[in-house]
């Protein structure tokens, strides 16, 4: 594609350094920076999607698994009620 650009003063110089430099022509120097420069811009290439594979979880029916962690909750009320009365059973309350 012929196309005219107006390139600011400092980009013409850093193609010109680049041109010096490498033995090549501006029209190579400027594709050259344009195409690392845009590469980020590039679609990534078509990789395999990631696919979980789900396992059951052998939960018995009625419990959701979303709501776990009420249950830990009440787990948690029942150890500390039954620490409390191990204690106060020591103390001879």
Do not use: I, W
Request: glycine share 8%; net charge negative; aromatic share 4%.
């Amino acid at each position: 594609m012929r196309t005219t650009v107006t390139l600011d003063p400092d980009v013409e110089h850093l193609l010109r350094l680049a041109t010096q430099g490498s033995g090549q022509s501006f029209k190579e120097a400027l594709n050259d920076g344009l195409r690392r420069g845009l590469a980020h811009l590039a679609p990534a290439s078509a990789a395999e999607p990631f696919v979980v594979e789900a396992l059951p979880l052998g939960l018995r029916a009625g419990l959701d698994p979303a709501r776990l962690h009420e249950v830990a909750d009440d787990l948690e009320a029942e150890a500390f009620a039954e620490t409390s009365r191990q204690l106060r059973r020591r103390l001879g309350q």
